[in-house]
């Protein structure tokens, strides 16, 4: 029988965890309003959101995929952005219902499959080994070729669930800076990923969001110039409440970052951002190399989300005291704001 994060009467387990958590039973949780009235079973598949984001990023390119489901309805996007010649290709659609469009709620084994306007991902995850592998096509030819195993390299995974709002919750696994393998198709030419030192980023966030929510995001995944592999996730805006994601992973090993400041010009994310520990230890600048956008506010449901891709520069202080010098890292910076369902 496979195992279940929630325990049988819906209670959701608080804290880090160590070990895959099993299949994200959100249907069992008992969902409630702000003043504590049951709702009912529709409300959790309408107030439900879940997604997948992977991808990689490397000296000569960068990617991003993105499986969504909120509001009942699945979405999916892709990108791959040449940092040498500044070329984005990106494919972006809602998965219609006679597309396919399995996304998976266990986030160490099982198949997500989201297909539409000629574009097609699948990604699968394999709890022998903790093997993760992306497949990305576009009009039936293959794109992206992306697997990395969290088991091979010793690497301990970020799991965190966290109370969110008067009654949700928000359980999010994540790795970043952990060696990649495969092959990228453009421009008639093959590229294979381990020659490139290319390294992955896996995002997996599952709950009951505020309805609307609004997040900075930070990525690094590198190698740093002494040859260290460098995870880095910031955020703020979800997981604050009792626990925070702020991790840093060096080769593989886990720490906490503390807590850190986003600033940026509003009215030009395109800009340089700053990012500041609230401790003044560490400091980094990011420098915008592209964008993945989406933007509507004419709708109940808006969204306005800004996904930029580029370059890292600064330093990081570490629990211990000593000093990460980032330099020309690859990475992510997000602004999102999202209504996920209506009223």
């Known amino acids: 029988m496979k195992k279940k994060f929630l325990s049988e009467d819906g209670g959701v387990p608080f804290g880090q965890f160590e070990n895959p958590v099993g299949n994200i039973n959100y249907l069992d949780f008992p969902?409630?309003?702000?003043?504590?009235?049951?709702?009912?079973?529709?409300?959790?598949?309408?107030?439900?959101?879940?997604?997948?984001?992977?991808?990689?990023?490397?000296?000569?390119?960068?990617?991003?995929?993105?499986?969504?489901?909120?509001?009942?309805?699945?979405?999916?996007?892709?990108?791959?952005?040449?940092?040498?010649?500044?070329?984005?290709?990106?494919?972006?659609?809602?998965?219609?219902?006679?597309?396919?469009?399995?996304?998976?709620?266990?986030?160490?084994?099982?198949?997500s499959e989201l297909s539409g306007k000629g574009l097609q991902v699948r990604f699968e995850s394999t709890l022998e080994g903790r093997a993760k592998q992306l497949h990305v096509s576009l009009n039936n030819a293959p794109i992206l070729n992306l697997s990395f195993s969290e088991e091979k390299s010793d690497f301990e995974t970020l799991r965190l669930c966290t109370p969110t709002a008067a009654n949700g919750?928000?359980?999010?696994?994540?790795?970043?800076?952990?060696?990649?393998?495969?092959?990228?198709?453009?421009?008639?030419?093959?590229?294979?990923?381990?020659?490139?030192d290319a390294t992955a980023h896996h995002d997996f966030t599952a709950g009951f969001l505020r309805r609307d929510t609004f997040w900075n995001w930070v990525c690094i995944t590198g190698k740093d110039e002494t040859g260290k592999l460098i995870g880095l996730n910031l955020s703020n805006g979800v997981n604050e409440t009792g626990a925070s994601e702020n991790v840093i992973w060096i080769d593989g090993k886990r720490q906490a970052a503390g807590l850190f400041n986003f600033e940026y010009d509003a009215d030009d994310l395109t800009k340089d951002w700053l990012i500041t520990s609230d401790n003044k230890g560490s400091e980094l600048k990011f420098t915008s190399e592209g964008c993945y956008s989406a933007f509507n506010d004419e709708i109940e449901c808006g969204f306005?989300?800004?996904?930029?891709?580029?370059?890292?520069?600064?330093?990081?202080?570490?629990?211990?005291?000593?000093?990460?010098?980032?330099?020309?890292?690859?990475?992510?910076?997000?602004?999102q704001y999202a209504i996920w369902w209506p009223k």
């Open 31 to 111: 969902l409630r309003s702000p003043f504590r009235k049951l709702l009912a079973e529709t409300e959790k598949h309408k107030r439900f959101v879940h997604f997948h984001f992977i991808g990689f990023t490397s000296e000569r390119f960068i990617a991003g995929c993105s499986l969504t489901f909120a509001n009942d309805q699945k979405t999916v996007f892709f990108y791959i952005f040449d940092r040498q010649t500044g070329k984005t290709l990106k494919k972006g659609c809602r998965v219609g219902p006679d597309d396919l469009g399995v996304i998976n709620l266990d986030p160490d084994d099982g198949i």
């Open 169 to 196: 919750w928000s359980y999010c696994q994540k790795v970043a800076g952990i060696k990649a393998s495969g092959e990228l198709f453009l421009e008639g030419k093959r590229y294979n990923l381990s020659q490139m």
């Open 304 to 335: 306005d989300f800004h996904q930029l891709f580029g370059r890292f520069n600064g330093h990081l202080t570490l629990q211990n005291g000593d000093r990460i010098s980032i330099t020309n890292l690859p990475g992510f910076c997000e602004r």
